[in-house]
């Protein structure tokens, strides 16, 4: 029987031995309930790619240098690394659905601060706060996509997070099409935060109330304290290898692979197509397969795919490689935010916002590691880092994790 099955279409999934009962739910209020939570994946990653897109808006304005700039980049991560175990707390008690009100509504107004900011001390203060709001805003839609998924008979966070990186694309694109037109970046940035205000606000009603969770009992706290080291060390591992392709393949197509200059960032565009395929797929999968199936073939496909790419260095080669690594990692994350949502006796909010700090760790260290390793040796021993990290998680994490995985939680 798959993870994420049901034997009721109309009522959550039985509670676990820490977990109350929860009040049944129709099926159609739980579909509206997806499609709101997708819309608020989206519109996050629309947002995210506003900040994106006028990087270069900022260093230009403030006329920074790239070791500047690079700290002011480090401000939106540090604040939402620093914010992951407060604002865990914060889900936790006042519940995913205001959560994601609240804070979308913050996230909205920060978003047109960071261009809105007339000095640059001030400018790190909007970053801080910008990175705090999307940390919140994180947060609680995937604990909302957590109690969705349990109250379905079938899984859906992996597409959640499809719904995220598709918006990150529109909201790349569409800022893109708005400097060709010349469109003031403030202007372009109201644009942004009223729709994801107004989406925020009109979603918000179609939203469930999480499950409530009872104290934990000193086995139930140990059993998650155990799972939650584990799935956060599986977390960093995971986004060390995803913050290395966003941040190095263009590089190892130009340098490495000797690709065409027309073909230097297809490298980030066959990792991101291979992650978006994976993403919209994953959950047959899941429903197929279970988690604990699908994360030890994601693991294996990502380890070949990175593989691929270092020992067969052609522009090709490579392409396909960078690919299968995106398919191979598309997964991860819903994976184990999933995982961590199920743990008796701590809020899904918590549990996520725990995993969530150590992915965004990994993400921002693991391309300053790989840099390190290559200063010192090559790019391609540098990206060897990305294949030890997915290769012990397809040997070992995968096995280790796998009860943890099959669990379950109302």
Not at 118 to 145: H, S
Request: proline share 6%.
């Amino acid at each position: 029987m798959p993870d994420s099955a049901s034997p009721n279409l109309t009522q959550p999934p039985a509670p676990s031995c820490a977990t109350p009962a929860a009040a049944p739910v129709s099926a159609r209020r739980v579909e509206h309930a997806a499609r709101a939570t997708m819309a608020l994946f989206f519109v996050n990653g629309a947002t995210f790619a506003t900040w994106g897109v006028h990087i270069p808006t900022i260093k230009a304005r403030f006329g920074l240098s790239d070791a500047v700039l690079s700290l002011a980049m480090l401000a939106v991560a540090g604040g939402a690394i620093a914010a992951m175990g407060p604002v865990g707390r914060w889900v936790g008690r006042v519940g995913s659905a205001a959560a994601c009100r609240r804070s979308g509504l913050v996230y909205a107004l920060a978003t047109v601060a960071i261009l809105a900011m007339p000095e640059f001390a001030l400018l790190i203060l909007a970053l801080i706060a910008f990175g705090t709001a999307n940390a919140a805003f994180d947060v609680g839609m995937n604990a909302q996509a957590a109690t969705v998924e349990a109250s379905r008979t079938r899984p859906i966070m992996s597409a959640l997070h499809g719904m995220f990186s598709l918006g990150g694309m529109a909201g790349a694109a569409v800022g893109g099409v708005l400097l060709g037109l010349g469109v003031p970046p403030l202007a372009h940035a109201l644009g942004m935060a009223v729709l994801t205000a107004a989406v925020t606000a009109g979603v918000a009603p179609w939203l469930l109330d999480d499950h409530p969770v009872l104290p934990p009992s000193a086995h139930h706290r140990a059993h998650a304290v155990r799972a939650l080291w584990l799935l956060s060390l599986m977390a960093f591992l995971g986004l060390v290898g995803e913050g290395a392709m966003y941040d190095w393949s263009s590089v190892y197509m130009r340098e490495v692979a000797l690709a065409p200059h027309a073909w230097i960032s297809a490298g980030y565009a066959a990792f991101s197509g291979g992650m978006a395929c994976g993403r919209f797929s994953g959950d047959r999968l899941r429903a197929r397969w279970s988690d604990a199936r699908t994360l030890g073939a994601s693991a294996w496909v990502a380890f070949a795919g990175i593989l691929l790419a270092l020992l067969w260095p052609a522009p090709a080669a490579s392409l396909v490689g960078f690919a299968l690594m995106g398919l191979g990692a598309a997964n991860m994350v819903p994976i184990f935010f999933v995982a961590a949502s199920r743990l008796p006796g701590v809020t899904p909010a918590e549990a996520i916002s725990r995993v969530a700090r150590f992915a965004y760790i990994g993400l921002l260290m693991g391309p300053v590691m790989i840099g390190g390793v290559a200063h010192v040796t090559s790019l391609r021993y540098g990206l060897g880092v990305v294949a030890l990290t997915m290769g012990w998680i397809a040997v070992a994490g995968a096995r280790l994790a796998r009860p943890y995985l099959l669990a379950r939680k109302a």
